[in-house]
């Protein structure tokens, strides 16, 4: 018989194929070794590991759409579902032009591990457009989003795989997407899609969510560190949904906003930012940028800024060991997917920083996604008090059990939600068997 493993003598594993390993330390190369580091805590679990070192399915589709120029372009979209072993594939779609399928791949796999980490009863997936949404109209925007779903749209659904906001996607973008998806089947689909407009099946409290998650974590972990939040400085990279929110949370509780970084600057006010004002001067204008009333704060001085808590809210591999070694915070907050490098958590680690890791941190946001997803299915829809209440809730439970976890085996706080995760995904696993 024909050897299929390609590897002598042996059918048990195959070797991972190319797209599948490790790039230098792209986003799927960090994951493969966040996942490495967990094994030795996996017990029996560990047998099914390889499951999470291949995403289950990955869609690579074209998306061509006509200009307003008249011309036709084309561009790159994905949707890669990581894990269903728990529940229907869950996460984001992101339009950037840096978008690529092993990124991809790696921020499914963290949402398999973040829904796992709270307990919400999804598995992981997460799309996203290569393009860069800025340059397009709004009609071309809306031309992209319908393309797209309709290419994706074999393998999304209510009980398959659900899109949410992420990277430069918003509730506009999600209307679209269950209008698409919705015309395509034939019937209004509310639970294809979360992060809808209110109006529309959205939830009270979505957009505010990630953000509010953030900071309800970084209140516990504030406590168990002795750091009071109440004149607690706060530094923060990227002011959108995630970092704006947060950061407004965190200054209604008494902490001072002292530095913003976003892709239109860096600004800087030691006695604290005015927030509300900051957050009118970045939806007129797009970004903390010319912000009157602060100093202007350049790029690399931003990561030495002194500061108790720095939230990474923007994206990916920003927090490298070229800055880690200068960050003063007592707190690393991960409102961002992936923003330490493995390097620098280390660096981070060594001098006594407490990193938050995203995959619990930024959790916030699935949360409410789920509750939106619920209350679509119900017809049913609550409060934004009952909203709020039940998001600190399951925050504040997933943070204790990571915690208890952290002591336990004397693991950061990554590997802590990493195990928590990963047990429970391979669990369902074991328990489901293998299909045929
Ligand atoms: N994009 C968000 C995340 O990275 C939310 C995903 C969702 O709500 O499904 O967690």
Known sequence: MQNLSGTSGSLNTHPLPSY???DKLGPWGIYLQQVDRVTPYLGNLARWVETLKRPKRA?????????????????????????TSRGP???GVRFHQDVTLSEVMALSAWMSIKNAAVNVPYGGAKGGIRVDPRKLSRGELERLTRRYTSEIGIIIGPTKDIPAPDVNTNEQVMAWMMDTYSM?????????????????????????????GVYTVGVEAAHHIGLTIEGARVAVQGFGNVGGIAGKLFADAGARIVAVQDHTGGIYRE?????????????????????PGAE????????????????PAALEGQITRD???????????????????????????????????????????????????????????????????????VMKEAFAGVWQVAQEHRVSLRTATFIVACQRILHAREMRGLYP
């Open 323 to 393: 800055n880690a070694g200068r960050i003063k915070a007592r707190m690393v907050i991960e409102g961002a997917n992936g923003p330490t490098t493995p390097e620098a958590d280390d660096i981070l680690h060594d001098k006594g920083v407490l990193v938050l890791p995203d995959v619990i941190a930024n959790a916030g946001g699935v949360t409410v996604s789920y509750f939106e997803w619920v209350q679509d299915f119900s017809s049913f829809f609550w409060s934004e008090d009952e909203i709020n209440a039940r998001l600190v809730r």
């Open 20 to 22: 599948l390993q490790a």
């Open 184 to 212: 395509n089947v034939g019937e209004t689909a509310t639970g294809v899609v979360t992060g809808k407009p209110i109006h529309l099946g959205g939830s009270l409290g979505r957009r505010e969510a990630t953000g509010r």
């Open 89 to 91: 594939g869950k996460g």
């Open 296 to 311: 202007v704060l350049d790029a690399d001085a931003f990561w030495g800024v002194d500061c108790e808590i720095l939230i």
């Open 271 to 291: 006695a604290g930012l005015d927030v509300p004002e900051l957050l009118r001067h970045v939806a007129e204008n797009g970004g903390v940028g010319g912000f």
């Open 59 to 83: 869609l690579i589709v074209d998306v061509p759409i006509e200009l307003d120029n008249g011309t036709v372009a084309h561009f790159e979209g994905y949707r890669v579902q990581h894990n």
